[in-house]
């Protein structure tokens, strides 16, 4: 199976997942969905053991826990069975991610703008231990509104936290609309640089070089801005705002029935 095959059984399981629940977010979901592909095939290292020394991700975008979840599933970490039942009661797939119920999962995220500040709190930890292990963080854009986010940036490059990176799912759409009609973000490199972050830009839909940015070394702490398409895969959904959550549950479901027929 070639990579944009995966790729593409990824997506229809990510949406699948969310046409069962009849809820979730499935733009926001789809738009991380190279990037996490990246991260779990090419770059972290020991995902759910108990090595001290393996790799941590936080999800800091929490709502995008679909595309955690099998991309979990994908590596083995989650069982097949485990696709059904997203946001049910007692569910180990919560709407958001859940380190106390879910295998792999690092941080328990949800609540914008605190997933930074976990991120620099593990690499500090890790930092004073010298471990060689590596932080990654990956933010939505829009959740670069929240002033908590630039306090950890600030204390990262305070710090000079050279085992940490941030990435930015850079799709432009937030809940309510595009990120720059409700508070701009730029110039966003800019921002991060003030801050004392190394800054790639990155195209976040090709797992190659999101990789090769996502492993290369740096002297402080680094973000890589990925320009993404919010819904990426879905005609109907990219670019399209409201598609951050689930616009219409029947439209999804029945593109779900029909993508799977086409498949078969």
């Known amino acids: 199976m070639t990579l944009d095959e995966a790729l593409s059984t990824l997506r229809f399981q990510t949406l699948t997942m ?3 629940a009849g809820s979730g977010h499935p733009g926001s979901s789809l738009s991380c969905l190279h990037i996490l592909a990246a991260l779990f095939h090419k770059v972290l290292r020991g995902v759910a053991s108990q090595d001290r020394d393996r790799d ?13 979840y099998v991309m979990l599933r994908d ?7 485990d696709i059904f039942g997203l946001r ?6 919560q709407g958001h991610p859940d380190r106390l119920r879910t295998p792999g999962v690092e ?15 593990l690499g500090l930890g890790l930092r004073h231990r010298n471990s060689p292990a590596r932080v990654y ?12 986010v630039w306090e950890a940036a600030a204390l990262a490059g305070h710090l000079g936290l050279a085992n940490i990176t941030a990435i930015v799912d850079r799709n432009r ?15 966003l490199a800019d921002r991060w640089q003030a801050f004392g972050w190394e800054v790639d830009d990155v195209d976040g839909h090709d797992v190659q070089e999101l990789a090769a940015a996502m492993v290369r070394r740096n002297s402080g702490p680094r973000v890589l801005i990925a320009h993404t398409a919010k819904g990426f895969g879905v005609p109907f959904m990219e670019g399209d ?10 439209v999804l479901r029945r593109y779900v029935v029909e993508l799977e027929a086409y498949r078969a």
Do not use: Y
């Open 241 to 250: 705002s409201p598609w951050h959550s689930v616009k219409d549950v029947e």
């Open 56 to 68: 941590r991700l936080v999800l800091s975008k929490g709502h995008a826990a679909p595309a955690l």
């Open 75 to 81: 590596i083995g970490v989650l069982a097949s069975d």
């Open 18 to 20: 969310i046409a069962d």
């Open 88 to 93: 049910s009661i007692g569910s180990r797939l």
């Open 107 to 121: 941080a328990s995220s949800g609540s914008l703008g605190q997933g930074l500040s976990m991120g620099v709190g």
């Open 173 to 187: 759409h937030q809940h309510d609309g595009p990120t720059e009609s409700i508070s701009t973000l730029e110039p």
């Open 137 to 148: 963080v990956l933010l939505g854009d829009g959740e670069l509104q929240e002033g908590q």
